[in-house]
Each structure stands twice: as C-alpha cells, then as structure tokens.
C-alpha cells in the first residue's frame, strides 16, 4: 500500500519559476526521503530530511517537514527543462529498513 | 563505482516462460531491494535482503516469484510461469541503510518485462 500520496500529481511551469510538490503520510516516521526519476530511468535519491528536523536545503531544493501535519513539501527554485521529471516521496518507518514510496509527481518544465 | 547493475534491460517472453531478472548491487552495500512499478500500481516493494538473507518477502505477489541472493554481489528475481500483468518495469536497489546518514537507495536502471 503506499504511504505516501503527492500533490499535485501533475505539475507544468515554464522555466525559471519555482515548483513546490507536497506529500502526505500516515504513520509516524524516521525519515522521509525525495527521490527524482527521469523518463525510463532507476529513480536517484534527492534529499534526506529526518523526523527530528524541520527544513532542509540543498543547492537549488529545499525541503520542508511538519510532523503534526504528517507532510512534506519539495520545493524547487529557478527550474529548468533538465528538472523536468516525476518526483517521489519516500518514508522510513519502525525498525525496518524499507522505504516506501508515494504515488509521485510528474513535474514539466518548458522554455 | 559503476552503481547498480541490472541484467537484462529489456525483455520479451510469452505467458509461461520462466523469466530470471538479475541485480548486482554497489560493492560493500549489505542491503538489497527489489520493486515493481506499474502505472496502476505505481512502485511498489516485493522483498529485500540484508547480508544476502531474506527479511521481508510480504511484497512478493503470489509463489511464481522467488529471489535469491547467493552472494553479496549477485541476487536474482525469477517469475516462473509468468503471466501478462506481470508486465513491469522491475528495480533493483541496493543501500547501506541502517548506519546514520547513509539511508539513501541506489537504483538501478531497471529491467523493462514485457509477458505476452
């Protein structure tokens, strides 16, 4: 069962602006994680934020993280059409060394 | 590190072949992930090893699939006969989890199952 849901599930922005993709969970967890997955491709781990955290950056990618909520947000600045990707939530939960994934969000960037 | 490394890319077989994916994980990685991800059922867990032993196979859909990881290196997914909806797109990950700061997954490129 997925334990994440993203929001939106499609996403179209011209280049330059910024994209915020959400994600809700439902049980209590470790981690969550952000992975990207290009077009016929493995997915590649974006950022880590833990439970214990609340907002995390890295290059032009922040991450926010609200427990009470149970969500996250991803924010991109200054997209590009190499951004242009599906984009998925990950949760690591209990003692087990599995993640698991949301349902993504397809993310279009065009000139 | 040339990452993960998946065998065959893409395949083609008619419903009841046995079909056997292949996973070469990141050296010095000591857990193994496989996924399926379909359109309608987006991506989705079927079993994981630890130090080449199984943990958790309550992803595995049915007793036509069975993995094996008889080393470190090497671990197979095999569907056997296979059937049309098991047409996917089928990842092999592997990770250090488990030691702070090293939880991330390194996916492989996938092997794209075609069952007709």
């Known amino acids: 069962s997925q334990q994440g849901e993203e929001d939106p599930q499609a996403l179209s922005i011209q280049e330059g602006e910024n994209a915020t993709m959400n994600c809700s969970y439902k049980?209590?967890?470790?981690?969550l994680q952000w992975y990207r997955q290009n077009s016929g491709r493995g997915l590649v781990h974006l950022i880590l934020?833990?439970?214990?955290?609340r907002e995390k950056h890295s290059g032009r990618l922040r991450v926010t993280l609200d427990t009470s909520k149970k969500s996250s947000s991803l924010l991109i600045t200054a997209s590009r059409a190499a951004d242009t990707a599906s984009y998925f939530c990950?949760?690591?939960?209990?003692?087990?060394?599995?993640?698991?994934f949301g349902t993504g969000t397809r993310l279009q960037v065009t000139l | 590190d040339a990452g993960v490394i998946q065998s065959p890319r893409h395949e083609v077989t008619e419903m009841g072949q046995e079909v056997t994916l292949r996973c070469k994980p990141i050296?010095?990685?000591?857990?193994l992930f496989w996924y399926r991800q379909t359109m309608m059922r987006g991506l989705e867990l079927l079993i994981y090893?630890?130090?080449?032993?199984?943990?958790?196979d309550s992803g595995m859909p049915e007793d036509r699939f069975s993995a094996k990881m008889p080393n470190a290196s090497f671990s197979t997914l095999k569907i056997q006969p296979s059937e049309p909806r098991d047409s996917a797109v089928y990842f092999c990950?592997?990770?250090?989890?488990?030691?702070?700061?090293?939880?991330?997954?390194?996916f492989g490129p996938g092997t794209r199952l075609l069952v007709l």
């Open positions: 090893f630890n130090n080449n032993v199984p943990i958790d």
């Open positions: 049980t209590s967890i470790n981690n």
């Open positions: 990950a949760t690591s939960t209990g003692t087990a060394s599995k993640l698991t």
């Open positions: 050296s010095g990685h000591d857990y």
């Open positions: 990950a592997s990770s250090l989890m488990g030691r702070v700061g090293q939880e991330t997954q390194y």
């Open positions: 934020i833990r439970s214990n955290e």
